[in-house]
């Protein structure tokens, strides 16, 4: 009976069944939920070509990531030295693709790394800046929103100030400060994210779950006598999935563009190549004057397609959680 | 609850955010790395007058004293002088913030009259290709960073073209600022200057309206008011703009209120990229010199205005809809 229910209305069907089939583990009715509402959200996301070909792009970068050594050509921060005998000198050449006539794909900058090979790597702190910092600003504020939302009161009260007080914070300038404070360097980047972008969730998944809870599902497995946790796990998460991934995808967006401009200021990870430290060092070395296009076109290019992915995505589930707008 | 004590609530709440902003801000300065008195002291002074330098900064008192000096003089607006060119701060600000707002305040005029036009017809032509084109379009402008079409700008109608010029407020030789502020807003040169990072920045926000005005416009037309319209006989026009549009506004004037706030903390890209004088490129500056009296000053400038505009957009929202109630 469960089997078939669940295709239908998997969310609502663990009170009809409770207690009918004791022999199945408590943890495993619980995953089972999580698997059936995961598989319903996928089958209507992948319904839309803009977010298949946004899925397909983001796996392309994550293949590129993954195997970013045997991809790219040269080591990204290895001087690639060019000169008559004696004297040695980094400089740029231009892409062997337009016909240059060096080995370098895409040409290299003026401090003589391949930027083909820079643009593979970069793929890597990208995703690396948009995974996490989205896993964890979601992750945090979907647990922090259903709290609020569920307890109320001063549980509520509390929590909202502090969300409140982030929402003060101007992003990139406290971004910039705390990176300042902590270091320059990737992981800091992206705690600082995370620190001041969980505030939107929070705020989002709060005011789902104070609406949520009094519905009268809820208010039938309180009278069971579930206990706070049980149902803020298994009957209000599931319900906020939606807003979370949603949430999810527009922060792997928003944490690359983010990265990408503390990059670009000059408070980038001097010791990894992204998107926006290639950016910073055209500027730097006035590739724009110099008309070295092939330099700073391909990483805005590269940032470009990943965050409109990002966000492609996310309207994609956007119309899950909004009907209205479909 | 009433209107009055809403208001009140608020108004408490936007010091104490204001209040925890400054702290949290007084204690990421105390922490940062490295001696701020370098600048200023040079390597032969003498240890007695090096102490006697920090001394009259005040960085020698107990930290619970600076903190309260910290919070005496954010009170009445001192946020002391700079490290770096002995300016007081207030003098720093003051001379870059209108840079800021005239950039911002231009690019968000354009941007909202564009964005609210085009979300419109978009959402009055559901399905049809335009609809498709302006959320796309829309969804690119707000994925591509600011700073990045910036560039591009810069080199295809900088670099290459020659037709705008390739940093800053002002061309040298015509005084700049200098010449007074006003003087200075009405020449061609500064707005040739405005033009490109202005375009830049208004693409970017437009995005944001647009899609707005779209979702909003798609919720009034479902009202019933608007089948009235229709059997009253009123044009599709008359419809679109006095009766669905004026209705769909709301949601905007708020986001609006809110979304400038974060322009002007988001100022520091465009800014950077454009060598444009404003304050968000003084506050990275000032960090990366270590000039905590001005990072810390411009900082409070670029929160606050966040905060407040937040606080207005609250209180409008109450004001401008009557369906919304206290409790």
Same mark, same amino acid.
């Given at each position: 009976?469960?089997?078939?229910?669940?295709?239908?209305?998997?969310?609502?069907?663990?009170?009809? +069944? !409770?207690?009918?089939?004791?022999?199945?583990?408590?943890?495993?009715?619980?995953?089972?939920?999580?698997?059936?509402?995961?598989?319903?959200?996928?089958?209507?996301?992948? +319904?839309?070509?803009?977010?298949?070909?946004?899925?397909?792009?983001?796996?392309?970068?994550?293949?590129?990531?993954?195997?970013?050594?045997?991809?790219?050509?040269?080591? $990204?921060?290895?001087?690639?030295?060019?000169?008559?005998?004696?004297?040695?000198?980094?400089?740029?050449?231009?892409? !062997?693709?337009?016909?240059?006539?060096?080995?370098?794909?895409?040409?290299?900058?003026?401090?003589?790394?391949?930027?083909?090979?820079?643009?593979?790597?970069?793929?890597?702190?990208?995703?690396?800046?948009?995974?996490?910092?989205?896993?964890?600003?979601?992750?945090?504020?979907?647990?922090?929103?259903?709290?609020?939302?569920?307890?109320?009161?001063?549980?509520?009260?509390?929590?909202?100030?502090?969300?409140?007080?982030?929402?003060?914070?101007?992003?990139?300038?406290?971004?910039?400060?705390?990176?300042?404070?902590?270091?320059?360097?990737?992981?800091?980047?992206?705690?600082?994210? #995370?620190?001041?972008?969980?505030?939107?969730?929070?705020?989002?998944?709060?005011?789902?779950?104070?609406?949520?809870?009094?519905?009268?599902?809820?208010?039938?497995?309180?009278?069971?006598?579930?206990?706070?946790?049980? #149902?803020?796990?298994?009957?209000?998460?599931?319900?906020?999935?939606?807003?979370?991934?949603?949430?999810?995808?527009?922060? #792997?967006?928003?944490?690359?563009?983010?990265?990408?401009?503390?990059?670009?200021?000059?408070?980038?990870?001097?010791?990894?190549? !992204?998107?926006?430290?290639?950016?910073?060092?055209?500027?730097?070395?006035?590739?724009?004057?110099?008309?070295?296009?092939?330099?700073?076109?391909? $990483?805005? #290019?590269?940032?470009?397609?990943?965050?409109?992915?990002?966000?492609?995505?996310?309207?994609?589930?956007?119309?899950?959680?909004?009907?209205?707008?479909? | 609850?009433?209107?009055?004590?809403?208001?009140?609530?608020?108004?408490?709440?936007?010091?104490?955010?204001?209040?925890?902003?400054?702290? *949290?801000?007084?204690?990421?300065?105390?922490?940062?790395?490295?001696?701020?008195?370098?600048?200023?002291?040079?390597?032969?002074?003498?240890?007695?007058?090096?102490?006697?330098?920090?001394?009259?900064?005040?960085?020698?008192?107990?930290?619970? *004293?600076?903190?309260?000096?910290?919070?005496?003089?954010?009170?009445?607006?001192?946020?002391?002088?700079?490290?770096?060119?002995?300016?007081?701060?207030?003098?720093?600000?003051?001379?870059?913030?209108?840079?800021?707002?005239?950039?911002?305040?231009?690019?968000?005029?354009?941007?909202?009259?564009?964005?609210?036009?085009?979300?419109?017809?978009?959402?009055?032509?559901?399905?049809?290709?335009?609809?498709?084109?302006?959320?796309?379009?829309?969804?690119?402008?707000?994925?591509?960073?600011?700073?990045?079409?910036?560039?591009? *700008?810069?080199?295809?109608?900088?670099?290459?073209?020659?037709?705008?010029?390739?940093?800053?407020?002002?061309?040298?030789?015509?005084?700049?600022?200098?010449?007074?502020?006003?003087?200075?807003?009405?020449?061609?040169?500064?707005?040739?200057?405005?033009?490109?990072?202005?375009? *830049?920045?208004?693409?970017?926000?437009?995005?944001?309206?647009?899609?707005?005005?779209?979702?909003?416009?798609?919720?009034?037309?479902?009202?019933?008011?608007?089948?009235?319209?229709?059997?009253?006989?009123?044009?599709?026009?008359?419809?679109?703009?006095?009766?669905?549009?004026?209705?769909?506004?709301?949601?905007?004037?708020?986001?609006?209120?809110?979304?400038?706030?974060?322009?002007?903390?988001?100022?520091?890209?465009?800014?950077?990229?454009?060598?444009?004088?404003?304050?968000?490129?003084?506050?990275?500056?000032?960090?990366?010199?270590?000039?905590?009296?001005?990072?810390?000053?411009?900082?409070?400038?670029?929160?606050?205005?966040?905060?407040?505009?937040?606080?207005?957009?609250?209180?409008?929202?109450?004001?401008?809809?009557?369906?919304?109630?206290?409790?």
């Amino acid at each position: 009976m469960a089997q078939e229910e669940q295709s239908t209305g998997s969310i609502y069907t663990d009170l009809d +069944d !409770s207690g009918s089939d004791e022999e199945i583990n408590k943890w495993e009715r619980t995953a089972r939920l999580w698997r059936e509402t995961l598989k319903e959200h996928w089958a209507k996301l992948t +319904d839309e070509l803009s977010v298949k070909l946004s899925m397909l792009t983001v796996a392309a970068f994550m293949v590129i990531a993954v195997f970013a050594p045997f991809i790219a050509t040269h080591r $990204p921060l290895e001087r690639q030295y060019q000169g008559d005998a004696g004297i040695i000198q980094a400089k740029w050449a231009e892409p !062997s693709l337009l016909g240059g006539d060096t080995e370098y794909l895409l040409g290299t900058t003026a401090e003589g790394f391949d930027i083909f090979s820079q643009l593979v790597y970069g793929t890597r702190a990208a995703l690396l800046v948009g995974l996490i910092a989205a896993i964890f600003t979601a992750g945090i504020g979907t647990l922090v929103g259903l709290v609020a939302g569920y307890y109320g009161g001063k549980v509520d009260d509390a929590l909202m100030r502090i969300v409140d007080f982030l929402y003060g914070m101007p992003l990139l300038p406290t971004v910039i400060v705390l990176v300042a404070v902590l270091g320059p360097d990737l992981w800091n980047i992206i705690l600082a994210l #995370i620190i001041l972008q969980w505030r939107s969730t929070a705020r989002v998944i709060r005011s789902q779950s104070l609406s949520l809870r009094e519905r009268p599902f809820v208010k039938a497995a309180e009278v069971a006598g579930a206990g706070d946790w049980h #149902i803020i796990s298994r009957h209000l998460a599931p319900n906020v999935l939606p807003m979370t991934f949603l949430y999810g995808s527009f922060g #792997i967006a928003w944490a690359i563009l983010a990265e990408a401009g503390i990059s670009f200021i000059g408070l980038g990870d001097p010791n990894t190549v !992204s998107w926006g430290t290639m950016l910073q060092a055209s500027r730097a070395y006035s590739a724009l004057s110099f008309g070295a296009w092939w330099w700073f076109v391909p $990483p805005g #290019i590269c940032i470009g397609l990943l965050v409109i992915s990002g966000f492609l995505i996310g309207r994609g589930y956007e119309e899950i959680t909004n009907p209205k707008i479909q | 609850m009433g209107k009055a004590s809403f208001v009140v609530r608020r108004t408490l709440q936007l010091v104490v955010t204001l209040w925890a902003v400054g702290t *949290v801000l007084f204690g990421l300065f105390r922490l940062m790395p490295g001696d701020p008195t370098s600048y200023v002291i040079s390597s032969g002074m003498t240890q007695e007058a090096r102490n006697k330098l920090i001394e009259s900064y005040g960085l020698n008192d107990p930290l619970y *004293v600076q903190y309260f000096r910290f919070l005496e003089n954010l009170v009445v607006l001192n946020f002391g002088q700079s490290f770096h060119s002995n300016q007081p701060v207030t003098d720093i600000i003051a001379t870059y913030m209108p840079n800021t707002l005239v950039l911002m305040l231009t690019a968000f005029v354009i941007a909202y009259i564009l964005g609210i036009t085009l979300g419109v017809f978009s959402g009055w032509y559901r399905g049809s290709r335009f609809e498709r084109s302006t959320v796309i379009t829309a969804l690119t402008a707000r994925s591509v960073p600011t700073f990045y079409v910036g560039l591009i *700008v810069l080199w295809i109608f900088g670099a290459e073209l020659g037709v705008i010029p390739m940093s800053g407020m002002t061309s040298l030789g015509t005084g700049g600022q200098s010449t007074g502020f006003f003087d200075m807003v009405f020449t061609v040169d500064f707005l040739k200057h405005l033009m490109a990072p202005a375009a *830049v920045l208004a693409f970017y926000y437009m995005g944001y309206p647009l899609l707005i005005m779209r979702t909003s416009m798609l919720e009034v037309l479902s009202e019933d008011f608007i089948d009235v319209c229709r059997a009253k006989g009123l044009t599709e026009r008359t419809i679109m703009f006095k009766h669905a549009a004026r209705n769909a506004l709301l949601p905007i004037i708020t986001a609006a209120a809110i979304a400038l706030g974060y322009a002007v903390g988001g100022s520091v890209l465009i800014e950077t990229v454009f060598a444009w004088p404003g304050i968000g490129r003084e506050m990275v500056r000032a960090v990366l010199r270590r000039d905590f009296p001005v990072a810390q000053g411009t900082f409070i400038v670029l929160a606050s205005t966040i905060i407040f505009l937040n606080f207005i957009a609250d209180l409008a929202y109450g004001y401008l809809d009557p369906r919304v109630t206290y409790d």
